[in-house]
């Protein structure tokens, strides 16, 4: 996949320090040839974010809520002033109250719902929505992150799990919407990952220990496998893929039951 991104400008959002799935993306994207823009939320993680940005050449950085219309519109303002035009968005945003990833789902608050919904699935579609005019010219690539949990049940995974069933469901939506314009829009489903968000999901280390004894290739995901799917979807060589959710998890999610030696 050696430049196969040459030429080709993109908005990574949702990186949080170098062990982010989101940098893993955007290191994969840089080795291939990309340019690329970064967004961020507050001064925090902006003073986080700025180092890696400048490791690959970028000065682009934007400060988003994606909950708040006017800095989403902002971000994309300043984003089209110095590209008129991008070829690929990275979606990487997600978002529950950690108190509420233990314990049990029927005690899911109302307020927490809504919010892990607006941030997790919605703030895709409002991204999407920005994003188009700067792809409808040329066609892009659309691509988000989400998670099994989606559709079987994890233990801890709780609220999110149903905002990721949400998340594939508009992936799905989108690449219909904006297939006729040349957007293609995917999502990247890994398996557990040693994250910020994902040390934030309850038993985070038996799910890894877990998965890492019992995937088929015996192995979780690496940030650099999910960053070359990354790169697959987004060059030329994925211009036929649309609308799916592609499983980087060493294979864990065509399992029935744990291996024969763990159960």
């Known amino acids: ?155 801890n995974y709780n609220v999110m799990g149903v905002a990721k069933a949400a998340l594939e469901s508009a992936t799905r939506y989108l690449a219909n919407d904006l297939g006729p314009d040349g957007i293609r829009v995917n999502a990247i489903s890994p398996g557990p990952m040693k994250t910020l968000a994902g040390a934030a999901i309850g038993g985070a280390r038996k799910t890894y220990k877990h998965t890492d004894l019992n995937a088929p290739l015996r192995a979780n995901a690496t940030l650099d496998a999910i960053g070359g799917t990354a790169v697959y979807l987004a060059s030329d060589a994925g211009a036929c893929t649309s609308g799916e959710v592609i499983h980087v998890d060493g294979g864990y999610h065509v399992l029935g039951m744990p291996q024969a030696e763990n159960l």
Not at 57 to 75: I, P
């Open 1 to 155: 996949m050696s430049n196969s991104m040459q030429g080709k400008r993109g908005l990574i959002m949702g990186v949080a320090n170098d062990r982010s799935i989101a940098w893993g993306i955007a290191s994969a994207m840089h080795k291939a040839g990309a340019e690329l823009a970064f967004s961020y939320q507050g001064e925090a993680f902006g003073k986080r974010v700025q180092p890696l940005a400048e490791s690959v050449g970028s000065n682009l950085l934007l400060d988003v809520d994606v909950t708040d219309d006017a800095s989403l519109d902002a971000a994309f303002s300043t984003l089209a002033d110095t590209w008129p035009t991008i070829d690929f968005v990275v979606h990487a945003i997600a978002y529950s109250d950690k108190s509420e990833l233990t314990g049990r789902f029927i005690n899911t608050s109302r307020s927490n719902f809504k919010h892990s919904l607006e941030i997790s699935a919605y703030s895709f579609i409002d991204v999407a929505r920005r994003a188009y005019p700067m792809m409808q010219q040329n066609g892009g690539t659309l691509l988000t992150l989400t998670y099994q949990g989606s559709n079987k049940v994890v233990p």
